[in-house]
Nanobody, 119 residues
Framework: QVQLVESGGGLVQAGGSLRLSCAAS????????MGWFRQASGKQREFVGE????????SYAASVKGRFTISRDDAKNVVYLQMNSLKVEDTAVYYC????????????WGQGTRVTVSS
């Protein structure tokens, strides 16, 4: 079982950048496909992107493609979400999650980190 802790959220102006971290313990992140999700106030949680267990980024949401980048540091057992050219509509609580190779649904979640983008 893996435990996930996000960090790096905060307040940033539109057009700025932030890098979120998802530190894993209990198991190595390379054992899982790691995903990032976000939930804005009053809205449903939405998929941001995912990084496959095999080291390949599998997909990004259309709304973040070209601006956000997911990477993984196996030595540190951390997955990152680099967010550039941030927009006000990127404001949300960001969650990382993990799913095992043979599992379709994410079943391990962090507690979330809040990102606020001001205009």
């Amino acid at each position: 079982q893996v435990q996930l802790v996000e960090s790096g959220g905060g307040l940033v102006q539109a057009g700025g950048s932030l890098r979120l971290s998802c530190a894993a313990s209990g198991r190595t992140v390379s054992s899982y496909t790691m995903g990032w999700f976000r939930q804005a106030s009053g809205k449903q949680r939405e998929f941001v992107g995912e990084f496959g267990w095999n080291g390949v980024v599998t997909s990004y949401a259309a709304s973040v493609k070209g601006r956000f980048t997911i990477s993984r540091d196996d030595a540190k057992n951390v997955v990152y979400l680099q967010m550039n050219s941030l927009k006000v509509e990127d404001t949300a609580v960001y969650y990382c999650a993990a799913r095992a190779r043979s599992v379709a649904n994410y079943n391990y979640w962090g507690q979330g980190t809040r990102v606020t983008v001001s205009s």
